[in-house]
């Protein structure tokens, strides 16, 4: 798995018994592990196969993005990323420290690959394919739950620069679910399953493989609810993947979910705003007129970003972090041509 990287964001100290296990068959597999830390992260930190950025470190990253970025929240992991595409990744896996890794999450990932490829599919309850149970995943729209599953067809090459693995025992569900419904809960093995154009169903930042041409969208946004941030980044990487005739793949669980404590009140009470404007949001991008290619990405992005500041979704204070990442991104891409 050369020029692989696995990205984290954590508090943890460096007894943690997952960053531990991260770190050590990172070694084992050759992936580049970068954790990514926040003002809460001990003074000292060290674990043999994990390289930590402390905030002082951070602090000297040659990134636009650090002088805005804010601290105590998820979308410090924005570093990472820039981090990993900087020391050459062309693969970037990204997970959270309570997502214990299986045998399976190290296998080597192709973004040519075989799964049931759906289209013009509108909402697909991804979950329901890999279980006969109730459930569904964090940040689907609560309008369409009820909407028929569409079959699967034949399995066929699909094109798929972002990939999201499920995670059993506890997987990423939203609070309605957790607070009515039982845990723990493990997913049947299956064929992966992909989403293409018109198709849309949320994805986290848990167990997520980002390839090169995708890495622009793993910008996660900073001024919305943190329970939303990771879901609307999806929302607006499906509709730009749409645009360039790519699918996401989804696959069986390669983790283990060993779920930090929550408070699952106040997880409902952040998740509001989604259950309430998921459906919307969807429309109003996928309403967006964008342009194919790679090269328009970072103008979609601004468009995209733009609906979610109009919809009142996202602050305004969004708009020039985005602008710092796209900046970055492009300088990184750079240097890489020059080298070239």
Known sequence: MKNTYLIVTSIAAQDHPILNQLAKESLENDVSFVMVGDTKSPQTFHIDGCDFYSTDRQETLPFDLVKGLPFKHYARKNLGYLIAMSGGAETIIETDDDNRPLQGFWDA??????????????????????????????????????????????????????????????????????????????????????????????????????????FPLMYLPSYCSFRMTDIWRSFVAQRIAWTNGWSVLFHESTVRQERNDHNLMKDFRDEICGYDRNLQICESLKALKLKPGVENIPENMHLCYQQLIDLGVVGMAEMDLLRCWLKDVQKIRDAKEKVK
């Not at 940040?139 to 620069?161: I, N, R």
């Not at 009515?180 to 949320?202: A, Y």
Request: hydrophobic share 35%; with cysteine; net charge negative.
């Open 109 to 214: 990932r192709s973004r040519q690959t075989k799964a049931h490829a759906l289209r013009e599919k509108g909402w697909v309850n991804i979950y329901r394919y890999f279980s006969d149970l109730t459930i569904w995943p964090r940040g689907f729209a609560l309008e369409k739950l009820q909407d028929t599953l569409p079959e699967l067809e034949e399995m066929s090459l699909v094109d798929c620069p972002i990939q999201q693995g499920l995670a059993d025992e506890n997987p990423d569900v939203d609070a309605i679910y957790r607070l009515v419904l039982p845990l723990p809960f493990f997913f049947k093995r299956g064929n992966s399953v992909s989403l293409g154009n018109q198709s849309i169903c949320p994805f986290n930042s848990q167990n997520t493989t980002w390839f090169t041409d995708a």
